[in-house]
């Protein structure tokens, strides 16, 4: 299975923008990039998704590299309540494996 | 609108016990897993199943017996737990249409410890 590498833990300001870098480098040709973010004390939640074009929604944005071997999630403007696990996932075609990883810490300084 | 709901939130069992960790949801969705995160550390893959009748394994599949005997519902089985098993459990669910862009619907998790 294709593996995801993703730094511990990030630090931001509240209200300036957050790139979380996430790199995927044997990332089959089908594989969707996954991102899913966990609150504490709740399961994960879905953030956005993506195969190879730059993808918007109300939460972030994800922009994908055009070699697809890395990605970055987009907070646009962090909030206190951004701060969270951020977990890039691959989700290989065939089955339905989705494996976390450890994901990314962001802490959110007021 | 209950999405994912998993019983019991706490559970305490002796080395040895048995038990069975409740999953339910009510949105027809085939897919349906279980989790476990350890403190300090990210999600790991149990068991999966794609539908009735159809189980599959994970990341750490030993120790753990799962069936899916309806779409609503996918039960886990600790059969003689061990101190390794303490952690906690997440139930996720989706829907099999629309490929791999589904999205994955999470519930609050269930905290076991075993003495």
């Known amino acids: 299975d294709a593996k995801t590498t993703q730094p511990n833990s990030m630090e931001s300001n509240e209200e300036e923008p957050v790139h979380l870098p996430c790199n995927h480098s044997?990332?089959?040709?089908?594989?969707?990039i996954h991102w899913y973010r966990q609150l504490p004390s709740q399961g994960p939640e879905y953030v956005i998704h993506?195969?190879?074009s730059n993808v918007n929604n109300r939460m972030a944005s994800l922009a994908i590299a055009e070699d697809r071997k890395s990605s970055t999630l987009i907070l646009h403007r962090a909030t206190l309540r951004d701060a969270a696990v951020y977990y890039c996932?691959?989700?290989?075609?065939?089955?339905?494996?989705?494996?976390f990883g450890t994901g990314t810490r962001l802490k959110v300084l007021a | 609108n209950a999405g994912v709901t998993q019983t019991p939130k706490f559970q305490v069992l002796k080395t040895g016990q048995s038990m069975t960790l409740q999953c339910a949801q009510d949105?027809?969705?085939?897919?349906m897993s279980w989790y476990r995160q350890d403190p300090g550390m990210g999600l790991r893959l149990i068991h999966y199943?794609?539908?009735?009748?159809?189980?599959d394994q994970g990341e750490v599949p030993n120790g753990y017996n799962v069936s899916r005997s309806t779409t609503e519902d996918f039960p886990l089985r600790l059969l003689s737990a061990a101190p390794s098993q303490t952690s906690v459990y997440f139930c996720?669910?989706?829907?099999?249409?629309?490929?791999?862009?589904?999205?994955?619907?999470f519930g609050e998790g269930s905290r076991l410890t075993v003495l």
């Open positions: 949105m027809n969705h085939e897919y």
């Open positions: 044997t990332i089959s040709g089908t594989d969707y």
């Open positions: 993506g195969l190879t």
């Open positions: 996720a669910s989706r829907a099999l249409a629309g490929g791999h862009t589904g999205e994955l619907f």
């Open positions: 199943s794609v539908g009735a009748g159809i189980t």
């Open positions: 996932i691959l989700v290989p075609s065939g089955t339905y494996k989705y494996i």
